[in-house]
């Protein structure tokens, strides 16, 4: 059984930084665009960041230049490294892979992590 999971999450003072990391564990061939969602209280969930056709990156308008996202693809991980971070930042952030193949053949869609909070305070 493949899954995802986050840790990193935790509580920042604006301005500060935070790292996420996400392993995919399991049988894995390979990863099809994994990447970083978030959802705050009470709003839809939106994408944060995103590797997309291999390693082309995509992120939100909002997090642009002081977010980072980074893999290492050794070990199945993908990264979020957040900076001059703010309170409407705040929010759970999720991993998520469109595409996990146990075999050159088998494969399972839109997996996600179970979520970690990310709390940044005024």
């Known amino acids: 059984q493949v899954q995802l999971v986050e840790s990193g999450g935790g509580w920042v003072q604006a301005g500060g930084s935070l790292r996420l990391s996400c392993v995919a564990s399991?049988?894995?061939?390979?990863?099809?665009?994994m990447g970083w969602y978030r959802q705050a209280p009470g709003k839809q969930r939106e994408l944060v960041a995103q590797f997309i056709s291999g390693s082309s990156r995509k992120y939100a308008d909002s997090v642009k230049g002081r977010f980072t996202i980074s893999r290492d693809n050794a070990k199945n991980t993908v990264y979020l490294q957040m900076n001059s971070l703010k309170p409407e930042d705040t929010a759970v952030y999720f991993c998520?892979?469109?595409?996990?193949?146990?075999?050159?053949?088998?494969?399972?869609?839109?997996?996600w992590g179970q979520g970690t909070q990310v709390t940044v305070s005024s």
């Open positions: 399991g049988r894995i061939f390979s990863i099809n665009n």
């Open positions: 998520n892979a469109d595409r996990i193949w146990y075999t050159d053949s088998e494969s399972v869609w839109d997996l």
